[in-house]
């Protein structure tokens, strides 16, 4: 059935507009979001396949490739959806500037929200001043799923830019195990020896997992 085809009252951008946001299931707020279906398929019958095929958190965590691969699905439409993802995740995750960190929670619980669902291992430095401020934050490297590659002199190049008191380190783990590698551990010593000749102290390093989080 062609949009077209279903009673005004019935389409999901007129249901909102009378019954409200909240009125709507997730297969017509979805297809608010793509704003047209294809071929022989409305809009509608397009967001229930979809969220029937993938549920939303799997539809979620899809990149542009693997989007643009599903039937019904161009640059234009994947493009919408990675947009809407994205914006709710920065929603939930907030922001962290000027945020005072007195624990390690204060900045895990923003990067587990922020990082639970990349699927390659970014590396962060979180800069704060003397009061533990953050100051601003500096995605130093993005890797392959099992090896990231740290430049210790972009991390402190950063710092001194910020006139940073001190860094936090944060990275995820893909395969959603929390745990520090030993390969972690020793990236970890190197950057707090080069921190201590550059008068920077290293608070910690905070490895971010699926739901869960380690402070080494």
Do not use: W
Not at 140 to 155: A, F, M, P, Y
Not at 172 to 196: A, L, W, Y
């Amino acid at each position: 059935m062609l949009i077209k085809e279903i009673a005004l009252e019935q389409r999901p951008r007129e249901r909102l507009k009378i019954k409200g946001i909240d009125s709507l299931s997730d297969a017509e707020l979805l297809a608010i979001v793509l704003q047209n279906g294809t071929n022989g398929e409305s809009v509608v019958d397009l967001s229930h396949r979809l969220i029937s095929t993938f549920g939303l958190e799997k539809l979620n965590s899809l990149s542009l490739q693997e989007l643009m691969k599903i039937k019904g699905v161009k640059l234009a439409k994947a493009a919408k959806l990675l947009a809407a993802f994205e914006l709710s995740k920065r929603i939930k995750s907030g922001t962290i500037y000027n945020k005072t960190i007195n624990n390690p929670e204060d900045i895990a619980n923003y990067y587990t929200e922020k990082l639970k669902d990349v699927k390659k291992e970014c590396f962060f430095a979180v800069y704060l001043n003397t009061k533990n401020k953050i100051l601003g934050e500096k995605l130093i490297s993005v890797g392959t799923l099992n090896k990231s590659l740290v430049d210790h002199r972009e991390i402190f190049k950063e710092a001194l830019k910020y006139s940073a008191n001190a860094v936090i380190l944060v990275h995820n783990h893909p395969s959603g195990d929390h745990n520090p590698s030993p390969e972690d551990k020793k990236i970890t010593n190197q950057i707090r020896e080069c921190g201590k000749i550059m008068e920077i102290e290293l608070l910690d390093h905070i490895v971010i997992g699926r739901d869960s989080f380690a402070s080494i």
